[in-house]
């Protein structure tokens, strides 16, 4: 190498996601760790929408209790793939207290669907710790449209687990996490709610190859047609 850490870097890592090799110093079970932050890392809930792209900002640190001396942070964010459409998963690092993108942070993510589950991994690469709170990394992901999601009252729980912090001395700390409720959002459906006054104009009437669907009060993001 170069001497220089960069975005470069990352494609080793990439490229051996998951090994382990013979003399890792990394932390071993049963190890304590030097410190404790009294904060939590979470993902922040919110409503979405069946078959519509979502985003999640990942929490660490509040007003009342920030996050301090961070350089590092891994975690695996766990989620239920029966409600989330396989390849839409990923991780962005636009948003995130710890660093900028590019400059001061690397970000990766690595989804593992068939787990449920994608692996996260964030540094600063100036050797200086950072202290904040809010959004850290934001997660990307889209609800399947599928019929047992259309009910009222089904939930989707992310957690987040295998949490390393460290800082620019590599000691590790502590963290606790909790888990996020995702509400499943009504899908609109003419069907079952009829625009009665007349404000929602499908045309031409028959139609054989294309619609053309026309509403000023009710502004339209999706249309599915059941036949």
């Known amino acids: 190498g170069n001497g220089v850490v960069d975005a470069a870097d990352t494609l080793a890592i990439l490229q051996n996601w998951g090994l382990a090799p013979q003399g890792e110093r990394g932390t071993q079970a049963g190890q304590e760790a030097s410190r404790r932050l009294s904060t939590v ?90 202290s904040g709170q809010g959004a850290i990394a934001q997660l990307h992901i889209t609800i399947q449209d599928v019929i047992f999601l259309r009910s009222s009252e089904y939930e989707m729980i992310l957690d987040i687990e295998n949490v390393r912090l460290i800082n620019s001395a590599e000691e590790w700390a502590e963290i606790a996490t909790q888990s996020s409720t995702i509400a499943i959002g009504e899908v609109v459906s003419s069907a079952g709610s009829p625009l009665r006054d007349g404000s929602l104009k499908v045309y031409p009437v028959p139609a054989k190859d294309r619609i053309f669907i026309q509403s000023a009060s009710h502004p339209v993001k999706r249309v599915e047609v059941v036949g």
């Open 41 to 130: 890392l979470y993902v922040q809930p919110d409503t979405v929408t069946l078959g519509m792209p979502a985003v999640f900002d990942v929490i660490l640190g509040n007003e009342a209790s920030p996050a301090e001396d961070v350089y590092g942070l891994a975690f695996t964010i766990v989620y239920d793939t029966a409600a989330v459409e396989p390849g839409s998963v990923f991780m962005a690092f636009g948003d995130s207290w710890i660093g900028q993108q590019p400059g001061s942070l690397l970000g990766l993510g690595r989804d593992r669907y068939n787990d449920g589950r994608i692996d996260v991994a964030l540094t600063r690469i100036d050797g200086q710790n950072v």
